[in-house]
């Protein structure tokens, strides 16, 4: 008997960052942007503290029965992975076909050094957009970000990889054609040409995202990175507007209203909005997504979260242990 194929989306939860996995029937591993958190931030500690009215001393030091004798801050540090742990738990001894990078900020790309160049995951293709950010060493004096990933992500970009490796560096925009790509159901939405060179002049790295959709039983995925209002509109204006129509939203900027553009989500119009995010931030868009009758996740509450795409246009979303992380069903097939 044969199994159905399918493609398995790893939403991991990395903390208040992104890093995706994307496992296609071709075995073409894709890697969407990288978060190493094997810890809790000290804001997130304060934020997650508030929301359940206790000081961040008692969120740190005081085991509640509902934890099973584990400090609130036990429980959320449980939920968080570790990017190379992932791989190596789920995709050992495979090389990552294509490594997207967003846009250059750091929580896309904090751990990129160790997954790269320490432990020498191979990598064949390196999607970059073509942004001026730039960055010196003493940005990273007061940060809690690491100065050897800004340099790896440079020397990937110029297509050199650990141990004199080399790879293909691909910038590709909207329209670009290429079966190697298009076999996996990637369409590229932006950024485009004019959206990149207001994004250079601004320095409104956000807006420089890719926003990409993958394609598959007849189900459709939004991956727009942080992407904010000048993208959405720039989408919307320079595309048929039907592009955005969706099943599935990874909510852009971890799910904060910056990221949150009314006309272009009722373009998208989702059944479930995932949101890749530490603490809820002040500025959480929830109630926003929730207006238009989207069910919406988070890798904060749920942990890391897998969405598989079944060709029959089945959809299963669970989490880590494999339990069913909703019962809302999907429209029919569009």
Known sequence: MSIMQ???????????????????????????????????????EVGLARSMGMSVDAFRRNALIKFGLRTPADHYRALLVDPYDYFHTHFRGRSVFRYIQTHPDMDHMSGLCQFFWWNKIPILNFWDAVTKKQQTRATFDESRYDWNDWLTYRQLRQGSGPDDTTLTVLRLKPGAAGDFYRQDGIKILGPSTPT????????????????????????????????????????????????????????????RQSGYYQPALAAMDPSLVICSVGNRPETDATDEYSSYGSEVLTTRRDGSITVTLWADGEVWVQNARGDRLTKAELPALR
């Open 6 to 44: 399918h493609v398995t989306l790893h939403f991991l939860n990395v903390g208040h960052g992104d890093c995706t996995f994307i496992d296609p029937p071709s075995g073409h591993l894709t890697m969407i942007d990288v978060n190493n958190s094997k810890s809790l931030r000290v804001d997130d």
């Open 196 to 255: 990149l060179d207001a994004a250079n002049r601004s320095e409104r790295w956000n807006d420089a995202s890719y926003i990409l959709r993958l394609d598959y039983g007849g189900r459709k995925v939004i991956l727009p990175g942080d992407a904010e209002e000048n993208a959405w509109e720039a989408v919307l204006t320079e595309q048929d507007e039907r592009v955005l129509a969706c099943d599935i939203l990874k909510a852009a900027h971890h799910g």
